[in-house]
């Protein structure tokens, strides 16, 4: 071998090194990519089985099949102030403690848990938000007129 093939694969090398440790291969980080929260794969399951107890599955998909965890991940990392965030957090970190728990359960400590904590009043608001705003809603439930809306000349007037 030359010496400049050896410097070459020495360098090609040492980038692949440097490339490789800088990558996270635990996957436990969540499924979108965020800028201010660190959400795991963890806080990612446990939001989508909360927003499926706010918005349960019935004629019409729940929370978690219309994606909302991920709805309520990117508003919470987008638009909330950081003390929010860091409330967000916090809660979430409690709710993981009463994760065990069966549904209804889990569903009653969120509802005793909104008297005295930001976490769920954000949860259900942000869940509200990307239930009312999502294309399932928006196409199926809600008619859309445009403005002015009909005209209908044959109305009696009673005078």
Do not use: W
Not at 60 to 88: I, Y
């Amino acid at each position: 071998m030359k010496r400049r093939e050896v410097i070459k694969q020495m360098f090609v090398m040492a980038g692949g090194i440097l490339i490789a440790s800088s990558c996270d291969f635990t996957g436990k980080k969540a499924s979108i990519d965020l800028q201010n929260v660190d959400f795991s794969a963890d806080d990612e399951a446990l939001l989508a089985r909360l927003v499926d107890l706010i918005i349960p599955e019935s004629d019409s998909p729940g929370g978690k099949s219309l994606n909302l965890h991920l709805f309520v991940m990117k508003m919470v990392d987008d638009c909330a102030s950081p003390e929010q965030q860091e409330a967000f957090l916090s809660g979430l970190k409690k709710c993981h403690k009463q994760a065990e728990q069966d549904d209804a359960q889990l569903l009653a400590y969120l509802q005793k848990a909104s008297e005295e904590e930001e976490f769920p009043e954000i949860l259900k608001a942000r869940t509200l938000q990307g239930y009312l705003n999502s294309e399932y809603v928006m196409t199926n439930k809600l008619i859309y007129e445009l403005v002015p809306g009909r005209y209908d000349g044959a109305v009696k007037i009673n005078a």
